[in-house]
């Protein structure tokens, strides 16, 4: 139920506490920062001059540019602004933060009041992919697989499915993925029928200048049914450097086997 305020009179007795209030609440959540390079860099992120933040009800405003304290580790690492006394800290962490409703934001945990306003994927000493949270929580998204990939050596897409049929049907199919940069992938799901053997699906990310590869997520089916794995490497979504696939992969020629969807969750962060 969503109950009107800010109704009163000029003469309400009480007009300047409802003013107050109506102040109050249109500045919770409220996120207007930027970054002094938005671009991959090796220097540590900062926060701009102008920038305006409001951790747990108190508004905070950047008047230089201020670096985040601490060094991040590698891999995601996020912003937390602690706003406990007149001047907040700003500090990186590894841990990822919570959505609390009644403040609007990203908190480090849901009873914390140190809230959480960017952060970036670090890898080898650089600071990359850079976001900022926004001033409402992401709605997950999902990217549905087309069942029609490329085979090197087994197996073929047949209508909504990939199947390996008899004896002597392996190999690895793959399926295209297009994410939008920068987005972070949170689960992959896959359902499979398999008779007698395994399918290994993967979500991999490979590098487009080189042939280094990494594995994000991997769900090994011995049996039918569905699997997900939301323990994801190298989460955040880079199309500048990478190429992002999955591969299907039978490795085993006896019976049976099908794979008849593969998922992807994923937020976008900005």
Not at 183 to 192: D, E, I, L, R
Request: charged residues 15%; proline residues 1%.
């Amino acid at each position: 139920m969503a109950i009107k305020r800010y109704v009163y009179a000029e003469n309400d007795a009480d007009w300047l506490d409802t003013a107050a209030e109506r102040l109050e609440q249109q500045g919770k959540g409220t996120n207007k920062i930027s970054y002094t390079d938005f671009a991959n860099s090796s220097v540590n992120m900062s926060i701009t001059t102008g920038s305006y933040f409001e951790v747990g009800g108190s508004g905070f405003y950047v008047t230089g540019d201020t670096a985040v304290g601490g060094t991040p580790a590698t891999g995601l690492c996020y912003i937390l602004a602690t706003g406990a006394t007149a001047t907040a800290t700003i500090a990186w962490t590894t841990t990822a933060p919570v959505w609390r409703d009644d403040l609007q934001g990203y908190y480090a945990t849901i009873a914390s009041s140190v809230r959480a306003i960017g952060g970036c994927n670090y890898i080898a000493n650089s600071y990359n992919n850079r976001w900022i949270y926004g001033q409402s929580r992401p709605i997950p998204k999902y990217f549905s697989c087309s069942l029609t990939g490329y085979s090197d050596n087994g197996g073929e897409s047949e209508g909504n499915q990939i199947i390996w049929e008899g004896i002597g049907t392996v190999g690895i199919v793959y399926l295209s993925v297009n994410l939008t940069n920068g987005a972070v992938v949170t689960n992959v799901f896959s359902v499979a029928n398999v008779s007698d053997n395994n399918i290994v699906v993967k979500l991999v990310s490979a590098d487009e200048y080189s042939t280094a590869e990494t594995d994000m997520a991997t769900n090994t089916h011995s049996g039918d049914g569905a699997l997900n794995d939301s323990s994801i490497a190298s989460a955040v979504i880079d199309n500048s450097a990478k190429k992002y696939y999955v591969s299907c992969n039978r490795a085993i020629s006896s019976g049976s086997a099908s794979i008849y969807s593969v998922i992807i969750t994923y937020e976008e962060t900005g």
